[in-house]
Structure formats: structure tokens, C-alpha cells
């Protein structure tokens, strides 16, 4: 079954405002996370690592002060698109890293209109 | 050094056939190679993967082939089924207790029936 879980699994929001998307690393504690991002077609891009108790790790290019991510627990990370616009819209996937690999999440699907 | 190179960009297989990927790094200090297999709206979720020190894993109808000279590995998936038809990833990992996984660009498999 699903190692882990996002929720929500789709969401549509205005221009400017925020939204939260949640994962949960189940059965196991998690301390590192990571967050991506995938366009259509397109491969997954690292936007950030998420570390338990302690600042995330943002890739080249990606705006720490628009995507602030937050891994207050060891099971549970949070990634918030601040002030989102249309050029936001994606996919974004997060995973947990657990004994040598990654497991990833369904993914949610933002579309900012 | 830090990409890893995936061809074909798309394939189309008919069903009983044998479809191959393949994906080739530059850094050597990559020391672990897993397949991602993806549907449309979901995550990503591991297939097979493979650590340098052998040449081939098969776990069913997939196989991992790997040339450690040549840095270049590939995937085969035999019997092919319309089921397998997906987006598969090939990915690297570098050593040294990091879990970051640089992704090739992705092949799209289509299996006919």
C-alpha cells in the first residue's frame, strides 16, 4: 500500500492568494523530504529538501519566500505556494526518504486561474 | 556531470514485445540507479533499481541492465502489456548518505494490444 500520502489531491485557487499541500510520511518517521515539481510532459524538478525540526534546503532558482515549506513532525511536511499565480500551476509531487530510497506521493495538482 | 541522459523520448511497443530505455550519467560517483514508473495524475513509484557493483537485476518481467564502463544502464521490460504502458524515469544517486536523485527526462511507453 501507499507509503505516502498528500492531501489535497487536486486543488483550484485565485491569483494572490495561498495554498498549503500536506504530506504524510505513513509508518515511519521521516526526518528528510523532498518536494518537486512536474509540468506536463516534463521530468520531476527538486524544489526543495525537507528537513524535520530544522530550515529547508531549496534548489537553485526556487523562491524559498513563495514555496515555504515546514516539516514541523517527523511524519508530516507541508509545502505553501504564497501569493500563487497561473504560472504556478503544476503538479507537485513530495516524497520521503527511507532505508537507501525514496517513496513518492500521489502528487496534487494545483491550477491557480 | 550531473545529468543523466534517458532515450528514446517516446516508444511504442506492441503488446508481447520487449521494450528497452536507456539512460546514460557522466559522475561516477553515482552509486545507485532506480526505474520510476508513472501514470498520468499519479506519483512516481519505484520499479527496479540497481547498484553498480552488479550487471543485471530482473525482478519478473523487468530487468535492469548496467555497464559500469560505459556508465550506462537500461531497462528492459519483456512480454510487454498495454498495463505497462506509463512514463518511466530513470534516476542516479550520489553516495554519501544523501537521498537526492537526479532524474533522466522521461520515456513515454505505449503498448498496443
Known amino acids: 500500500g501507499a507509503v505516502v500520502s498528500q492531501h489535497p489531491s487536486w486543488v483550484i485557487c485565485k491569483s494572490g492568494t495561498s495554498v498549503k499541500i500536506e504530506c504524510r510520511s505513513l509508518?515511519?518517521?521521516?526526518?528528510?523530504m523532498f518536494w518537486y515539481r512536474q509540468f506536463p510532459k516534463q521530468s520531476l524538478m527538486l524544489m526543495a529538501t525537507s528537513n524535520e525540526g530544522s530550515k529547508a534546503t531549496y534548489e537553485q532558482g526556487v523562491e524559498k519566500d513563495k514555496f515555504l515549506i515546514n516539516h514541523a513532525s517527523l511524519t508530516l511536511s507541508t509545502l505553501t505556494v504564497t501569493s500563487a499565480h497561473p504560472e504556478d500551476s503544476s503538479f507537485y509531487i513530495c516524497?520521503?526518504?527511507?532505508?537507501?530510497?525514496?517513496?513518492f506521493g500521489p502528487g496534487t495538482r494545483l491550477t491557480v486561474l | 556531470q550531473q545529468q543523466v541522459k534517458q532515450s528514446p523520448q517516446s516508444l511504442i511497443v506492441q503488446k508481447g514485445g520487449i521494450s528497452i530505455i536507456n539512460c546514460a550519467y557522466e559522475n561516477t560517483a553515482f552509486d545507485y540507479f532506480p526505474w520510476y514508473q508513472q501514470f498520468p495524475g499519479k506519483g512516481p513509484a519505484l520499479l527496479i533499481a540497481i547498484r553498480p557493483d552488479v550487471s543485471e537485476k530482473k525482478e519478473g518481467r523487468f530487468t535492469i541492465s548496467f555497464n559500469k564502463s560505459a556508465k550506462q544502464f537500461s531497462l528492459h521490460i519483456m512480454d510487454s502489456q498495454p498495463g505497462d504502458s506509463a512514463t518511466y524515469f530513470c534516476a542516479a544517486k550520489r553516495p554519501q548518505g544523501s537521498y537526492k536523485l537526479i532524474f533522466g527526462s522521461g520515456t513515454r511507453l505505449l503498448v498496443r494490444p
Open positions: 516524497s520521503d526518504a527511507r532505508e537507501g530510497e525514496q517513496f
Open positions: 509508518d515511519f518517521q521521516a526526518t528528510t
